[in-house]
């Protein structure tokens, strides 16, 4: 067994946690990684409130280990200035029936208040974690330490590592741009090192970390654990589309690119006919959240329909790792042996 912070801390036996993808990471994935010894999250910030309340009660029947939510807490979001959230909900209405219809159930980035009712599920699920991403605002953080909930702040910088280790989250997770997703421009072998020398949290690695091979190099750098993404969407518990799935499996380094077109941030996603219309039309993004409503029918295209060229789907450069569709524990079990094995062979002995 690999100790570290972690899995001390968090009280889970493998120091790998999936990552709280919006859409892809539902209940099952999140109870089939937590159930194995890791720590699932929940990707939640898709759901609107009722059906996120919904999906963690599923959560709570199918383990009673410890497993976290991910949600993103900018001001943008948070905010109750109506006259803030005019253009976002300008861009909603200018959607066809057909293509609000296909948002239906998820369409939180763009609903006025939707987020704020997120925060107040989530605080009275009192889940072990909540991983934030983007901002890392105080007044949540004292909340979440009133409950005994764990904040996580997921970063792709040395600044955005440092501010939110100044706000006091308890880990702090360090995502080298290798990502899929939202990401930034650092790659995680010099990220994470360059963050642990700036914090004094426990620190865990993201980005590029598909096996043990992963798990045992982060460990190496001194991370406590890993954030894996990608190669959990080939799994049968993970949500999407299975041609989305067999694109993670055929996939190679040169088929994810970087986009600003899913919600106005630099993001990594498959490359395909939708990414490069978009970069070649000159068209300047709505920003965020207001993108998403120009993406977010494109994004359920691929993951509900499995569009491959129009579809907006997010994935990793561990695309060119990942040969089969796994079950969710396996990945997790095999990840912990085989870095076990290596971290044996690797260390010296006196
Ligand atoms: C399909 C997909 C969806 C993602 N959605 C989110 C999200 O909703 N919130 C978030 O903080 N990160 C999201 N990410 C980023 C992950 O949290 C994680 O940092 C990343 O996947 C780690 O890198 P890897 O893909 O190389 O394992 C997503 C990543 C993928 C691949």
């Known amino acids: 067994m690999i100790r570290t912070a972690l899995t001390d801390v968090v009280g889970i036996s493998h120091p790998i946690c999936s990552a709280g993808m919006a859409r892809v990471a539902q209940a099952d994935l999140v109870v089939a990684v937590s159930n194995?010894?890791?720590?699932?999250?929940?990707?939640?910030?898709?759901?609107?409130?009722?059906?996120?309340?919904?999906?963690?009660?599923?959560?709570?029947?199918?383990?009673?280990?410890?497993?976290?939510?991910?949600?993103?807490?900018p001001g943008s979001l948070t905010t109750e200035d109506e006259q803030q959230w005019a253009p976002v909900r300008d861009l909603w209405q200018s959607l066809s029936t057909e293509e609000r219809t296909k948002l239906a159930g998820v369409e939180s980035?763009?609903?006025?208040?939707?987020?704020?009712?997120?925060?107040?599920?989530?605080?009275?699920?009192?889940?072990?974690?909540?991983?934030?991403?983007?901002?890392?605002?105080?007044?949540?953080?004292?909340?979440?330490?009133?409950?005994?909930?764990?904040?996580?702040?997921?970063?792709?910088?040395?600044?955005?590592?440092?501010?939110?280790?100044?706000?006091?989250?308890?880990?702090?997770?360090?995502q080298g741009f290798e990502a899929g997703g939202h990401t930034g421009y650092t790659s995680t072998l010099t990220l994470v090192p360059a963050v642990i020398d700036e914090v004094e949290q426990p620190v865990l690695a993201a980005g590029g970390i598909a096996d043990?091979?992963?798990?045992?190099?982060?460990?190496?750098?001194?991370?406590?654990?890993?954030?894996v993404g990608t190669r959990f969407i080939a799994s049968p518990e993970a949500y999407g589309h299975d041609a989305f799935k067999q694109r993670v499996?055929?996939?190679?380094?040169?088929?994810?690119?970087?986009?600003?077109?899913?919600?106005?941030?630099?993001?990594r996603a498959f490359a395909n006919d939708w990414t490069s219309a978009w970069e070649t039309s000159g068209e300047q993004t709505a920003g965020f959240p207001g993108q998403y409503a120009v993406a977010g029918t494109r994004v359920?295209?691929?993951?509900?329909?499995?569009?491959?060229?129009?579809?907006?789907?997010?994935?990793?450069?561990?695309?060119?790792?990942?040969?089969?569709?796994?079950?969710?524990?396996?990945?997790?079990?095999?990840?912990?042996?085989?870095?076990?094995?290596?971290?044996?062979?690797?260390?010296?002995?006196?």
Request: proline share 4%; charged share 20%; aromatic share 6%.
């Open 109 to 174: 980035l763009l609903t006025s208040g939707a987020v704020a009712d997120q925060v107040e599920i989530v605080l009275d699920a009192a889940p072990a974690a909540v991983v934030l991403t983007f901002a890392t605002p105080d007044w949540f953080i004292r909340e979440c330490k009133e409950r005994g909930i764990k904040v996580f702040a997921l970063v792709g910088s040395v600044g955005k590592a440092r501010e939110a280790s100044a706000a006091g989250v308890d880990f702090i997770v360090a």
């Open 36 to 73: 194995a010894g890791g720590m699932g999250c929940l990707g939640g910030v898709s759901y609107m409130p009722d059906a996120l309340r919904a999906e963690i009660e599923k959560i709570k029947k199918g383990t009673d280990k410890p497993f976290a939510v991910n949600l993103l807490l």
């Open 249 to 267: 499996i055929d996939g190679r380094f040169q088929d994810t690119t970087i986009t600003y077109s899913y919600s106005g941030k630099r993001m």
């Open 300 to 350: 359920e295209t691929g993951y509900q329909d499995g569009d491959l060229e129009f579809g907006m789907m997010p994935a990793g450069q561990t695309v060119q790792l990942v040969h089969e569709i796994t079950p969710a524990a396996r990945i997790v079990e095999e990840m912990a042996a085989q870095a076990e094995r290596i971290l044996r062979q690797v260390t010296p002995r006196d």
């Open 212 to 227: 043990g091979r992963g798990l045992a190099a982060a460990l190496t750098l001194g991370a406590a654990g890993v954030w």
